[in-house]
């Protein structure tokens, strides 16, 4: 499997801080009166005009240290200052991409908002002045350390993809997370129009976000994965620079009453279907709860073996399938139902519709459905004897509230 323009994911928990280690300082003094040099990127003050040719007393402090290799990328860059204020920090890759960072109140220091890219030089250039308006400034260079260990995340949904309404995006790593609040920082994401979205975990492998009610039809959805350099677990670092786009399509959500055997086929709130099904027979009811269409095949076997059902069953040319749970319930179509459609609940689970052994006629109810749905359509199961499906089984996190999303 794989913070938002006017919503960015908050800093909520306590988690957005990132760990501080200790660097080395090289403090450039700026030379009282006519002394010697000092150093490259030392003494570099010089009057503003007012007839005096002094230097500024401000002193500008970098670390790490100059020409320092090995940098860890979170917690070791520090601008500082003494005896003036800081004017201009500008850091930056050898690509030119500047890292983000702010001066603080006071223009005592200035630090930089998000960790920083493995194995890369960086340019650090720092203007300060002094209470006379004097400027002091230094430039260094440090490189960052290249991992031996590391991780990435695979993802879902595609880059350019066009998505139905309940499509989180969600993000699978290869490595357990144990900084999950520096992990969630390095991925940022922006909609048009603005909506608060929210990450949430699945164990420390699995990474969700979604807003509080389904996408609004039309909705543009950038996710920038940030994860080159960032620390997921101790000496495991991210090698992931990526950015994500993909676009909310109608809004078409269909419901399945297992009682009375129909599925209602509605976009933008209107019923425009009324399919008959069979859902789950006793002992093997059908979930309920609302669950996403997360994978589209147009025929595939289907054995009982894979589900921990035995031998019951090995239909190997299912039509028109579309999955709704990682365990293995989908909405497909059924070509050996017989009469059950509409009147009584016969499938191991799933949600059957009519259809024709090879999938070939598209006026039978399966293939109209399957050739109207999209990844990410959602699918209402309500009034069958089983349990609601968990948030996690699939990608079905709308089975949680906001509150229990957002803890």
Same mark, same amino acid.
């Given at each position: /499997?794989?913070? %938002?323009?006017? $919503?960015?994911?908050?800093?909520?928990? +306590?988690?957005?801080?990132?760990?501080?280690? @200790?660097?080395?300082?090289?403090?450039?003094?700026?030379?009282?009166?006519?002394?010697?040099?000092?150093? @490259?990127?030392?003494?570099?003050?010089? #009057?503003?005009?007012?007839?005096?040719?002094?230097?500024?007393? $401000?002193?500008?402090?970098?670390?790490?240290?100059?020409?320092?290799?090995?940098?860890?990328?979170?917690? $070791?860059? =520090?601008?500082?200052?003494?005896?003036?204020?800081?004017?201009?920090?500008?850091?930056?890759?050898?690509?030119?991409?500047?890292?983000?960072?702010?001066?603080?109140?006071?223009?005592?220091?200035?630090?930089?908002?998000?960790?920083?890219?493995?194995?890369?030089?960086?340019?650090?250039?720092?203007?300060?002045?002094?209470?006379? #308006?004097?400027?002091?400034?230094?430039?260094?260079?440090?490189?960052?350390?290249?991992?031996?260990?590391? &991780?990435?995340?695979?993802?879902?949904?595609?880059?350019?993809?066009?998505? +139905?309404?309940?499509?989180? &995006?969600?993000?699978?790593?290869?490595?357990?997370?144990?900084?999950?609040?520096?992990?969630?920082?390095?991925?940022?994401?922006?909609? !048009?129009?603005?909506?608060?979205?929210?990450?949430?975990?699945?164990?420390?492998?699995?990474?969700? &976000?979604?807003?509080?009610?389904?996408?609004?039809?039309?909705? =543009?959805?950038?996710?920038?994965?940030?994860?080159?350099? %960032?620390?997921?677990?101790?000496?495991?670092?991210?090698?992931?620079?990526?950015?994500?786009?993909?676009?909310?399509?109608?809004?078409?959500?269909?419901?399945?009453?297992?009682?009375?055997?129909?599925?209602?086929?509605?976009?933008?709130?209107?019923?425009?279907?009324?399919?008959?099904?069979?859902?789950?027979?006793?002992?093997?009811?059908?979930?309920?709860?609302?669950?996403? /269409?997360?994978?589209?095949?147009? %025929?595939?076997? /289907?054995?009982?073996?894979?589900?921990?059902?035995? +031998? !019951?069953?090995?239909?190997?040319?299912?039509?028109?399938?579309?999955?709704?749970?990682?365990?293995?319930?989908?909405?497909?179509?059924?070509?050996?139902?017989?009469?059950?459609?509409?009147?009584?609940? @016969?499938?191991?689970?799933?949600?059957?519709?009519?259809?024709?052994?090879?999938?070939?006629?598209?006026?039978?109810?399966?293939?109209?459905?399957?050739?109207?749905?999209?990844? +990410?359509?959602? %699918?209402?199961?309500?009034?069958?004897?089983?349990?609601?499906?968990?948030?996690?089984?699939?990608?079905?996190?709308?089975?949680?509230?906001?509150?229990?999303?957002?803890?």
């Amino acid at each position: /499997m794989r913070p %938002v323009a006017g $919503a960015s994911t908050r800093g909520r928990r +306590g988690r957005r801080g990132l760990a501080l280690t @200790a660097g080395a300082l090289v403090l450039s003094l700026a030379a009282c009166g006519g002394g010697g040099d000092s150093g @490259a990127g030392s003494g570099k003050g010089k #009057g503003t005009g007012d007839g005096k040719d002094a230097q500024s007393t $401000a002193a500008v402090s970098i670390a790490p240290k100059a020409g320092a290799t090995g940098v860890d990328t979170s917690g $070791a860059l =520090k601008v500082g200052v003494t005896r003036g204020k800081l004017t201009e920090v500008t850091v930056k890759d050898e690509k030119g991409t500047k890292v983000e960072g702010a001066i603080g109140a006071g223009g005592a220091a200035w630090t930089p908002s998000t960790h920083l890219a493995a194995g890369t030089k960086y340019s650090v250039h720092a203007v300060a002045e002094d209470s006379e #308006g004097r400027r002091a400034a230094e430039d260094s260079t440090f490189t960052t350390l290249t991992p031996k260990n590391t &991780f990435m995340g695979y993802f879902t949904p595609e880059d350019g993809s066009t998505v +139905g309404v309940g499509m989180p &995006f969600s993000i699978r790593f290869t490595r357990g997370i144990t900084h999950p609040e520096d992990v969630e920082k390095a991925i940022r994401i922006k909609t !048009e129009p603005a909506v608060e979205v929210e990450g949430h975990w699945f164990g420390n492998d699995r990474l969700d &976000f979604r807003p509080e009610k389904y996408w609004k039809p039309g909705t =543009k959805v950038t996710v920038d994965l940030y994860l080159d350099g %960032v620390e997921g677990r101790d000496g495991v670092y991210g090698k992931q620079r990526k950015t994500v786009k993909f676009t909310i399509g109608r809004n078409q959500v269909s419901i399945v009453d297992a009682a009375k055997h129909t599925m209602k086929v509605t976009q933008d709130g209107k019923v425009v279907k009324t399919i008959p099904v069979t859902t789950g027979k006793p002992g093997y009811d059908t979930w309920n709860g609302q669950m996403v /269409m997360s994978e589209k095949l147009t %025929v595939t076997r /289907m054995n009982g073996e894979t589900v921990g059902y035995g +031998g !019951e069953y090995d239909i190997k040319d299912v039509p028109h399938a579309i999955r709704l749970t990682t365990s293995g319930t989908f909405l497909h179509g059924n070509y050996w139902g017989g009469g059950a459609f509409g009147n009584y609940n @016969a499938s191991h689970g799933c949600v059957g519709l009519r259809d024709v052994r090879g999938g070939y006629d598209s006026s039978v109810p399966a293939a109209w459905f399957f050739n109207h749905s999209i990844v +990410g359509d959602v %699918v209402v199961v309500k009034n069958s004897h089983d349990r609601t499906v968990a948030p996690d089984n699939g990608l079905n996190g709308w089975n949680m509230s906001w509150a229990e999303w957002k803890k």
